[in-house]
């Protein structure tokens, strides 16, 4: 798989050479922009990683330790099933630490893919915070370089994730942040959020809905058979 910078120069602002490392889709070809009218649906969504997609196992280098969060191979699915773009966009400052190689990246990405399908783009940062890149999260380097990679607009970008740097990237963008919180989520990230979902399917739905906002609206949007497949679970008898 090739892991190329975007344009060679800059990304999002940051220096030469402090780009993301970036994967396509196994045989995918580079999508142009494609100019048109906009529609109800979303060009493309951009997921976190880690606490989002997957459980956080923090600086996580093996394959056998990925694990999927509730209901997030269903909303994969069913923004599929929609004829929505989807990809991952992840900060790995695991790798500028010293604790991460590039190959334990990959082969994570390559266990991730196996468990939801190949994802049409990968966007990945491997810097500190320290290392004043354009790409790590809240900065909006990784999404713009998706959004290039897939010929999507980014303010015709959805982008997930499950901490406040995820959302505040999207907005940094141009796109737009649905927050998924998750226990590690502060409640000040929560309260400045613009949309929230309390799963991934229905962050789905609420992507998809005809309003276009509101969570657990627009559920006629999302495929009946993923519905069933994989409903939400309350835990402890809550939401």
Known sequence: MRNRPVGGTTVGGAPA???PWLWDRPGAARIPRRPGK?????????????????????????????????????????????????????????????????????????????????FDVWAVCPHGPADGCG???????????????????????????DIGSDVRAASAAGARGVLVPTPVTRPAEVAAAGETACDLLTAVRLISSPAGSGAGRGTDEVPARVLLRERPRAVGGGG
């Open 17 to 19: 050479g402090a780009v």
């Open 135 to 161: 790409c790590r999260k809240p900065a909006p380097g990784l999404i713009l370089a998706a959004c290039e990679r897939l010929g999507a607009a980014p303010e015709r970008t959805v982008v997930v994730g």
């Open 38 to 118: 906009a529609g109800r649906l979303p060009e493309a969504v951009l997921f976190d990683r880690d606490g989002t997609l997957v459980v956080d196992v923090p600086y996580n280098g093996d394959p056998d330790r990925v694990s999927p969060m509730p209901t997030a191979r269903a909303a994969v699915t069913a923004l599929r099933e929609l004829g929505v773009r989807v990809g991952v966009v992840s900060n790995q400052s695991g790798v500028a630490r010293g604790l991460l190689t590039q190959e334990q990246v990959m082969a994570v990405r390559r266990r991730v893919d196996e468990l939801f399908g190949p």
